[in-house]
């Protein structure tokens, strides 16, 4: 019943796992943290104990109920020259849009079982969201770092249910990067470990142009792929992304400007241009000034 419901909000894949600590995953982000991987997103060490068990986040958890929401959009913009978003960020932002979404599912839980103490989650939390996803079936995390379905690729959200409500639990998928390192080799600030399934997030490009908020350092500058907001270049390059299809959710339909914009007009962007084509966008987290130094530092010229 509640795969039912979750398809006909939308959710692609559901899974379900146990509720409980994560003990080799708690090691794995110690090393993570000690690392300085992190870079300057200090909040990732916060809250150490609630990320690794989630009967902390909901007092008698019993069941992490993961889902995934699709993204993928094969269409590009008119200038190839143009710089580039991550295509997660084409449409409204998908915290407002999947969190809509889990609230029902939840309320749905609630008004067809009964009473259940229950929580939602959309990347804002302290949660191991590929951790239980990888529990929960719905795919592995890759060389990348980022989940896999052997069916649909990696072009995907990733949300979660954390309740007291007992369920049957699905199987882990097992890997299947084998031995391919495309996303490592095609990195452009190698990001990815040499052996895959570490990223130094603080050289990652998506760290650069949105969660670093001074100056991009100089030893990036001419690696940064033509890349404004995000980066799709290690799933761009996964061979399991052949398998993604076009999502059919509205809201994550490209401002119509976006597409037409030229490399000459994304340079002159102004502030109004800024609001009219990302007024929902995930793109407004970085504010005007913050797009305006991510397309002056790393673009083409």
């Known amino acids: 019943m509640i795969r039912s419901e979750a398809h006909r909000l939308g959710f692609e894949f559901v899974g379900f796992a146990r509720a409980e600590r994560l003990d080799e995953p708690a090691r794995q982000l110690e090393r993570w943290l000690a690392q300085n991987a992190h870079g300057k997103m200090a909040y990732m060490a916060n ?6 068990d989630p009967t902390l986040l909901v007092p008698g958890a019993k069941t992490v109920i993961c889902l995934s929401f699709n993204y993928f959009n094969p269409e590009k913009q008119a200038d190839p ?3 580039k978003i991550a295509s997660y960020a084409y449409g409204e932002d998908y915290h407002f849009v999947v969190k809509d979404r889990l609230k029902a599912l939840l309320a749905f ?5 009964g009473e259940i103490n229950g929580r939602c989650f959309v990347d804002s939390a302290p949660v ?3 951790e239980w996803a990888q529990r929960a079936g719905l795919g592995w995390n890759g060389r990348n770092t980022l989940t896999i379905h052997p069916k ?3 072009y995907f959200f990733l949300a979660e249910i954390i309740c007291d409500l007992p369920l049957m639990y699905d199987d882990p998928i097992r890997d299947h990067c084998g031995t391919c390192r495309r996303c490592i080799e095609a990195c452009p600030t190698e990001a990815i470990s040499p052996e895959g399934y570490f990223l130094d997030a603080s050289k990652c490009i998506s ?3 949105i969660e670093l908020r001074e100056e991009i350092p100089a030893a990036f500058q001419g690696k940064m792929d033509n ?4 980066c799709d270049v290690c799933q761009d390059i996964c061979p399991w992304n052949r398998f993604s299809q076009r999502h059919q ?3 994550f339909e490209p401002h119509p400007d976006h597409h037409q914009l030229t490399r000459r007009a994304w340079r002159e962007l102004t502030e109004e241009v800024f609001g009219r084509v990302f007024k929902k966008s995930a793109v407004k987290r970085v504010k005007y000034a913050g797009l305006k130094r991510n397309i002056q530092t790393t673009t083409v010229r």
């Open 207 to 209: 760290y650069l142009t």
């Open 152 to 154: 649909r690729g990696s």
């Open 249 to 251: 959710e509205p809201a």
């Open 47 to 52: 809250h150490f104990d609630m990320r690794v």
């Open 109 to 113: 839980m609630q008004d067809n079982i």
């Open 227 to 230: 890349w404004m907001f995000g």
């Open 81 to 83: 020259k143009a710089p």
């Open 128 to 130: 191991m969201e590929r």
